[in-house]
């Protein structure tokens, strides 16, 4: 019995990282950098006198995953709107 019921739950925890990882391809699908984009990292960096083009290739990413983050987050608070009404 308990071992079913981890297997449910291996299972579920799946399905919902794939979900996951399906919804955060989509949204970087839709997702293209501006030059005004990279323009805003390389000022950025060099006013705080970074060198080299490691903390431009870190910024990038992060910010996609920051974006990510904020919709899982809206997602999330859309649901317990619809739940608490």
């Not at 974006?67 to 997602?75: F, I, P, T, V």
């Amino acid at each position: 019995m308990i071992k079913t019921l981890l297997n449910l739950i291996n299972n579920l925890n799946k399905r919902i990282l794939q979900n996951k990882i399906i919804k955060a391809r989509k949204l970087l699908e839709k997702d293209t950098i501006t030059k005004e984009f990279i323009e805003i990292i390389t000022i950025l960096t060099n006013e705080l006198r970074v060198e080299g083009h490691k903390s431009d290739i870190t910024l990038v990413p992060t910010l996609r995953a920051s974006a990510l983050n904020s919709e899982e987050e809206k997602d999330r608070n859309m649901r317990l709107m619809r739940k608490n009404s």
